[in-house]
T-cell receptor, first 110, second 116 residues
Framework: GQNIDQPTEMTATEGAIVQINCTYQ??????LFWYQQHAGEAPTFLSY????GLEEKGRFSSFLSRSKGYSYLLLKELQMKDSASYLC???????????FGKGTTLSVSS | DSGVTQTPKHLITATGQRVTLRCSPR?????VYWYQQSLDQGLQFLIH???????AKGNILERFSAQQFPDLHSELNLSSLELGDSALYFC???????????????FGPGTRLTVL
C-alpha cells in the first residue's frame, strides 16, 4: 500500500526560503505530486515529478529521489499569500486514485 | 477557476438524513474522483469513475454511493448521515486515469456538509 509522511506545521518569514519534505512508501511508483491548498479552498496543482532530480517552476521547485522515497518542495522569496497547506500525493499502484499525505501547514509572517 | 463545478456550496442537515452532492467535470475530462476532507483525517479518496464506470474505491462507507451519468457529471449520495460525516467533499476531474501519465487532477470548490 501507500504511506506518506510530511511535517504537520512549518513557519517562516517573508522573503525567506523554506523546504517542505515528504517521504513515501509505495508499491510501484507512478510519480509524485505536490498540491497547494488555502484554508477552505480547493487544492491546486503545483508540480509533478517522475524522474529523479529537481524541477524548477518560478519560485517553486520540487525534488525527487526515488531510491530514498523522498521528495521536497522548495519555496523561495516567500510571500504572505504562500501561507497554505502543502499536500504531497502519489497515485496508487493501479493509477486509479491519488493518495494524499495529511499536508504541511505553512505560516508565513512579516 | 479549475473548470470543475460542484453544487451545493454549503449543506446543513440533520442526522439520519440523505443528501446528494453534484459535480460537473471540466469539459473533455472523463475521470471524476470524490474526496472527503475532515480536520483530523486530511484528504481521503472515496471513489473514482471513468467514462461512466466505477474504477476504484477508497475509504468509502457503505452508506455512501456514487454514479457518473452519460453526460459525465457525477453525484455522491450520502445516507443515514452521522455527525462524523461533517466535512468538505471535493470532486476532481482529469482527462483519464492517473497511471504513469502524470495527469494532474483539477479540483472543484467543494461542498461543505454540516450534520447537526
Amino acid at each position: 500500500g501507500q504511506n506518506i509522511d510530511q511535517p504537520t506545521e512549518m513557519t517562516a518569514t517573508e522573503g525567506a526560503i523554506v523546504q517542505i519534505n515528504c517521504t513515501y512508501q509505495t508499491s510501484g511508483f507512478n510519480g509524485l505530486f505536490w498540491y497547494q491548498q488555502h484554508a477552505g479552498e480547493a487544492p491546486t496543482f503545483l508540480s509533478y515529478n517522475v524522474l529523479d532530480g529537481l524541477e524548477e517552476k518560478g519560485r517553486f521547485s520540487s525534488f525527487l529521489s526515488r531510491s530514498k522515497g523522498y521528495s521536497y518542495l522548495l519555496l523561495k522569496e516567500l510571500q504572505m499569500k504562500d501561507s497554505a497547506s502543502y499536500l504531497c500525493a502519489v497515485p496508487n499502484q493501479a493509477g486509479t486514485a491519488l493518495i494524499f499525505g495529511k499536508g504541511t501547514t505553512l505560516s508565513v509572517s512579516s | 477557476d479549475s473548470g470543475v463545478t460542484q453544487t451545493p456550496k454549503h449543506l446543513i442537515t440533520a442526522t439520519g438524513q440523505r443528501v446528494t452532492l453534484r459535480c460537473s467535470p471540466r469539459s473533455g475530462d472523463l475521470s471524476v474522483y470524490w474526496y472527503q476532507q475532515s480536520l483530523d483525517q486530511g484528504l481521503q479518496f472515496l471513489i473514482h469513475y471513468y467514462n461512466g464506470e466505477e474504477r476504484a474505491k477508497g475509504n468509502i462507507l457503505e452508506r455512501f454511493s456514487a454514479q457518473q451519468f452519460p453526460d459525465l457529471h457525477s453525484e455522491l449520495n450520502l445516507s443515514s448521515l452521522e455527525l462524523g460525516d461533517s466535512a468538505l467533499y471535493f470532486c476532481a476531474s482529469s482527462v483519464d486515469s492517473l497511471g504513469g501519465g502524470g495527469r494532474e487532477q483539477f479540483f472543484g470548490p467543494g461542498t461543505r456538509l454540516t450534520v447537526l
